[in-house]
């Protein structure tokens, strides 16, 4: 597995089929394009989706923390202020963490967050099918 903060870890879901299931590699390769530089202005933070954010809290959230302060620090002096980008239930765990953190700490080092598909609301379908079951779009 990559180093945490190395956006290898979040490029492909599947290392053995790389093509097929390709995860954030348009963004990434979208940032490169850029300008931005992996391991010096460009970082990802895989987590395990099957922990709970109590359990993230614990272990996750630290690194993260850490995670962003490198980015922070690493902009040349300059210490820019980072720009998170999360997907689906990172955003709410994302979400957490920043609650987590001091307004100071979020203002000094938080840009902006850019949130792909998260389930701020809910997720419908999964609602639709507690109540009226799934049907696989076939005709029932």
């Known amino acids: 597995m990559a180093d945490f903060g190395s956006v290898d870890s979040v490029r492909h879901l599947d290392l053995r089929s790389p093509q097929l299931t390709q995860y ?3 963004i990434i390769e979208r940032y490169l394009s850029l300008g931005y530089q992996e391991g010096r202005n460009l970082f990802a933070a895989p987590y395990d989706f099957r ?6 809290a614990q272990e ?3 690194k993260l923390k850490q995670l962003v302060e490198r980015a922070h620090s690493a902009s040349g002096g300059q210490k820019k202020k980072v720009t998170l980008v999360c997907h689906s239930m990172g955003c709410t765990n994302l979400l957490l963490f920043l609650r ?4 100071a700490w979020r203002q000094s080092k938080v840009r902006k967050l850019i949130a792909i598909s998260s389930p701020w609301g809910g997720a419908v379908k999964a609602l639709k099918a507690l109540l009226v ?3 696989f779009g076939l005709p029932m």
């Open 100 to 103: 987590a953190q001091s307004a």
């Open 24 to 26: 954030f590699e348009p």
């Open 51 to 56: 922990l709970a954010p109590q359990q993230l």
């Open 133 to 135: 079951g799934e049907q």
């Open 60 to 62: 996750f959230f630290p």
